[in-house]
């Protein structure tokens, strides 16, 4: 079986705008060899044999009117999103068959595409989707009845983000995997969303476009790759966000307070548009966009945002604050648009973010017996929460699931004749078209070196190219050719080339010689990690227990909601900055096992051991550590002391908590509402609204008796009600005389009114409306 998509991405040409494009190799083409990423590849396998298709099926069997053979799965999957994980099953076992060529995995998807092809036959018009009640919703908004938001479309949860799972399921079966039946299903799908847009204006599907809609324009451009039909390439076109495309075109950073993952899926089309129509505007606000988010808004780790949104590039203490931290989905987002920006103009300036993200983030992003990762908190001493396998189906379980599927995409690539070797993982390059077989041999990161050694069938000419990391300092990478040294030429684009006439047997050894070095947060701010090469290092903390390492099949499961680590506590770094990483010294070299006592200020500390962070599951751990100079240490440690004090209390305080105007949260806690808006302020989201809205918060064991609204003090003319289970609470007027700050303002509960679930609503006046709502506590 040879794969499609190498040829579908660039099959247009063999150069992107005046740049020699390279090729990746299908996954077919490459086979992983014993590492932790071929680990973590066998133990999502395990996991996708695990899950039942005829669960995963089931809501799609439902909406077409079918008797479903089981009951649909739990979670997201039966409260709103149902059939998301679906559409994501099919991508990763498509990945996951071409990466292992496992049968049972094709046999699988045989079965699941003919049974959605049965629904997709009972629809009758081409639609195909689990989304509840969605046909009802799709006349509406065919009929120019169109309300939508944030992470809402006609009352229904995201759902053109859910349907595009079954898109690019559909088009990750045709070609990853080879299935022709998926590419007619496909094709029969997107003349679905051909017709029901037909009649409404580009103004009209910018307004549908307002809810997150995942990556629908790079489906549609891959429709018209496949099919060369114009139409296809419009609907890509104009299923594209031109309020987010509009900024980037202009070089224009306008991401503050934006939800991260809703804008990642758009460049990766806005880049698959540019390729295909050769769109020079487009290509570079898709480039923009990542050099924005790489340069400013990216952790050691190669995460971003926090609470799911961008928060302000200046200032990172919520990233610091927050047991919220980077979301997985935002990675596998940002490395698929990585892949794409590389290989359409090759540089390692791509591949030193793609390798930083793959082993710090998306590698530690499974623990090693199974379950994935939502949040990876950067805050000091917290921990990270996995998914249940049979109970969690959140966003970060579909991506998931594709994440460790497809570890062999990028290793290598190539261009006409030469080879490109971008990754250090081991792993076998089988590259029958031209007769060669590449193996590659290293214990990287634990040791400095790989090993390539060639099989060819005849003796032949071609370049071999080896990236030149940053992290390996000017001059000092080596590359031995059967033993001896050689010298190599540096490529413009940060590559060491060889060029020569290679027989079978040959065998190259690189020798890539890593340091330690210190990053500081993006922002500027006192908060330093330590980095091997490209690995980041952290520090396990034991001294708290963690109550939800696994989650629950609860709406907020995925949250780790556990003690937060007081931050006054946490190992406080201290030293020249300039000379801070030679402070950080090795104890045990094989295992990239390190020792920052010269470093770590506190005592106790002493002993800890900085591991490679994609080996610390299960455990509390720092990633960044609190820094301060040696002359302003104590006024360091007093402040930390002082903001932690407050932050703690509050903590403690805190029963239930709505970060208002936020998808994730917002939908956790079964926001309802009408004549309701959002958006943000200094920095800051809110909702607000002429009408209505509610939400849902939970009381465990009756401890809290009071609600805390945040406002803003100089808001005015404004007057509501609040209400707890349909009784008024509260009638609020503000005034406006607060001054310019955010404030908390209590309102008691009546004892009468206390229950394990309370429903909080938000009505305006006659004439009036609801004031800006920047946070909803339910505190003791």
Known sequence: ?????????????????????????????????????????????????????????????????????????????????????????????????????????????????????????????????????????????????????????????????????????????????????????????????????????????????????????????????????????????????????????????????LHANTQIPKVIGFEQIALLDKDTAWANAANFFWKTVTEHRTVAIGGNSVREHFHPANDFSSMTESREGPETCNSYNMLKLTKQLFLANPSNTYLDYYERTLYNHILSSQRPEGGFVYFTPMRPGHYRTYSSAQESFWCCVGSGLENHGKYGELIYAHKANDIYVNLFIPSVLNWKEKGIQLTQQTLFPNAENTTLKLQLKKKQRFAMHFRYPSWVNKGKIEVWINGKKVTVKSDTNGYAGIDRSWANGDVVKLVLPMHTSTEFMPDGSDWVAFLRGPVVLGAALDSLSQPNLTADGSRMGHIASGALFPMSDAPLVTGDKESLAKEITSTEPQSLTFSAKHAIYQPRYQNLKLVPFYTLAEKRYVVYFPYSTTKDLPERAKAIKAAEEAKMKIEQETVDLVNTGEQQPESDHNFKGEQTDNGTFEERHFRNGKGWFSYTLKNKNLQANKLSLTYYGKEKNRSFSILVNGIVVEQVKLSGDKGNVFYAQEYRIPKELLKTELEVKFVADAGSAIANVYEVRLVK
């Open 1 to 257: 079986m040879k794969t499609i998509l190498a040829f579908l991405l660039f099959s247009s040409s063999v150069t992107v705008f005046g740049q020699t494009a390279l090729q990746p190799f299908a996954l077919n083409e490459v086979k992983l060899l014993a590492s932790p990423f071929k680990q973590a590849q066998q133990t999502d396998l395990k996991y996708m044999l695990s899950l039942n298709a005829d669960r995963l099926l089931a809501p799609y069997l439902r909406e077409a009117g079918l008797t479903p053979k089981a009951q649909s799965y739990g979670n997201w999957e039966n409260t709103g999103l149902d059939g998301h994980i679906g559409g994501h099953y099919l991508s990763a076992i498509s990945l996951m068959y071409a990466a292992t060529g496992d049968v049972r995995l094709k046999e699988r998807l045989n079965y699941m595409i003919a049974e959605l092809a049965k629904c997709q036959n009972q629809n009758g018009d081409g639609y195909l989707a689990g989304i509840p009640g969605g046909k009802e919703i799709w006349k509406q908004i065919k009929a120019g009845n169109i309300q939508s938001s944030s992470f809402s479309l006609n009352g229904k949860w995201v759902p053109l983000y859910n349907i595009h799972k079954i898109y690019a399921g559909l088009y990750d079966t045709y070609a990853v995997a080879g299935n022709a039946q998926a590419k007619q299903m496909l094709i029969k799908l997107t003349d679905w969303c051909v017709n029901l847009v037909a009649g409404l204006s580009d103004q009209q599907v910018q307004e549908l476009l307002k809810s997150e809609h995942g990556g629908l324009n790079e489906t549609f451009a891959h429709v018209y790759a496949i099919t060369g039909e114009i139409r296809y390439l419009k609907l890509a076109r104009r299923f594209s966000d031109q309020k987010i495309l509009q900024p980037l075109l202009k070089n224009t950073d306008a991401l503050n307070g």
